[in-house]
C-alpha cells in the first residue's frame, strides 16, 4: 500500500503542471466568458447564458493523464515500481482528483448560483442541466465526467507509450470514423429521432454519471492491460 501511496504522490511532484495549468485554462477561459456576458446580449437568452468553457478543465486533465504514462511511468519504473503500482498509485490520484475538483466545481456553482450568475446571469461551471441544485450531488455530477478524462487520457497515454505515432494515429483515424459513422447515423431523420428521445428520457445522473463511470471502467481496465506490455 506504502509503494501505491508513493507511485500516486508521483501526481504531485509537479503541481504547477498537473493542477496550475487545466486550473490556470479554466480561470482563464471563466475571465474571457464573464465580460463578454456582461457586455453583450447573451445574457438576456431564457435562463441566463450558458457556455461550455469548463469542458477546457476537462481536456487539460485528460492531457495532464496521458502525460502521467508518457512522462511518469519511465521515472517510476526507475524507482522500482512495478507496472501495476504505477497503475494502481495513477488510479487512486485520478480518483482523489475527480472528488476534489469535483468538491471545487460544486462550491463554485453555489457561489454562481447565489450571485446570480456573478452579476451577469452566466452559468459557467455547471452549464444547463448539470447545475442539479444540491451541493453533495453536484461533486458526483461533476467528478464523474472528470474521472472519465482522468482514466481516458490514461489510456491515451498508454496507446503512445506501446505503439508510439503509430498507435496514436490508428487511434485518431479510428476515432474520427467511429464518431463519423454516429454523426451519419443520427443525421438520418428517424434515427435522429430516436437518440433525441432516448436522450430526453434519461435522467440527469444517468446522462453526468452513470455513463462517465462506466467509460472511466472501460478505459481503466483497456489502458490496465495495455500498461502490462509497455516498455519504459
Same mark, same amino acid.
Given at each position: 500500500?506504502?509503494?501505491?501511496?508513493?507511485?500516486?504522490?508521483?501526481?504531485?511532484?509537479?503541481?504547477?503542471?498537473?493542477?496550475?495549468?487545466?486550473?490556470?485554462? #479554466?480561470?482563464?477561459?471563466?475571465?474571457?466568458?464573464?465580460?463578454?456576458? #456582461?457586455?453583450?446580449?447573451?445574457?438576456?437568452?431564457?435562463?441566463?447564458?450558458?457556455?461550455?468553457?469548463?469542458?477546457?478543465?476537462?481536456?487539460?486533465?485528460?492531457?495532464?493523464?496521458? %502525460?502521467?504514462?508518457? %512522462?511518469?511511468?519511465?521515472?517510476?519504473?526507475?524507482?522500482?515500481?512495478?507496472?501495476?503500482?504505477?497503475?494502481?498509485?495513477?488510479? /487512486?490520484?485520478?480518483?482523489?482528483?475527480?472528488?476534489?475538483?469535483?468538491?471545487?466545481?460544486?462550491?463554485?456553482?453555489?457561489?454562481?448560483?447565489?450571485?446570480?450568475?456573478?452579476?451577469?446571469?452566466?452559468?459557467?461551471?455547471?452549464?444547463?442541466?448539470?447545475?442539479?441544485?444540491?451541493?453533495?450531488?453536484?461533486?458526483?455530477?461533476?467528478?464523474?465526467?472528470?474521472?472519465?478524462?482522468?482514466?481516458?487520457?490514461? #489510456?491515451?497515454?498508454?496507446?503512445?507509450?506501446? &505503439?508510439?505515432?503509430?498507435? /496514436?494515429?490508428?487511434?485518431?483515424?479510428?476515432?474520427?470514423?467511429?464518431?463519423?459513422?454516429?454523426?451519419?447515423?443520427?443525421? &438520418?431523420?428517424?434515427?435522429?429521432?430516436?437518440?433525441?428521445? &432516448?436522450?430526453?428520457? %434519461?435522467?440527469?445522473?444517468?446522462?453526468?454519471?452513470?455513463?462517465?463511470?462506466?467509460?472511466? /471502467?472501460?478505459?481503466?481496465?483497456?489502458?490496465?492491460?495495455?500498461?502490462?506490455?509497455?516498455?519504459?
Amino acid at each position: 500500500m506504502n509503494r501505491v501511496l508513493a507511485a500516486a504522490r508521483l501526481h504531485t511532484m509537479n503541481p504547477l503542471l498537473t493542477i496550475g495549468v487545466p486550473w490556470g485554462i #479554466a480561470t482563464l477561459s471563466f475571465a474571457i466568458n464573464l465580460p463578454i456576458w #456582461a457586455l453583450t446580449g447573451a445574457s438576456d437568452q431564457p435562463g441566463g447564458g450558458i457556455t461550455g468553457g469548463v469542458i477546457s478543465l476537462y481536456i487539460t486533465v485528460l492531457v495532464v493523464f496521458v %502525460q502521467s504514462v508518457t %512522462q511518469l511511468l519511465p521515472f517510476a519504473m526507475g524507482m522500482s515500481l512495478s507496472r501495476r503500482t504505477f497503475y494502481l498509485g495513477t488510479a /487512486l490520484a485520478a480518483l482523489v482528483l475527480s472528488l476534489v475538483y469535483g468538491a471545487v466545481l460544486s462550491a463554485l456553482t453555489a457561489v454562481e448560483n447565489a450571485t446570480g450568475g456573478w452579476g451577469v446571469r452566466l452559468n459557467f461551471w455547471s452549464p444547463g442541466p448539470f447545475d442539479v441544485g444540491n451541493a453533495a450531488l453536484q461533486v458526483v455530477v461533476s467528478g464523474a465526467p472528470m474521472l472519465a478524462a482522468a482514466f481516458l487520457g490514461v #489510456a491515451i497515454g498508454v496507446v503512445m507509450k506501446r &505503439w508510439g505515432p503509430t498507435g /496514436l494515429w490508428s487511434l485518431v483515424v479510428a476515432s474520427i470514423l467511429v464518431f463519423g459513422g454516429l454523426a451519419i447515423l443520427v443525421s &438520418w431523420r428517424r434515427a435522429w429521432g430516436d437518440v433525441g428521445t &432516448w436522450l430526453v428520457d %434519461q435522467s440527469m445522473l444517468t446522462l453526468a454519471v452513470a455513463i462517465p463511470v462506466v467509460l472511466a /471502467l472501460a478505459t481503466a481496465a483497456l489502458s490496465y492491460a495495455g500498461l502490462r506490455r509497455v516498455v519504459p
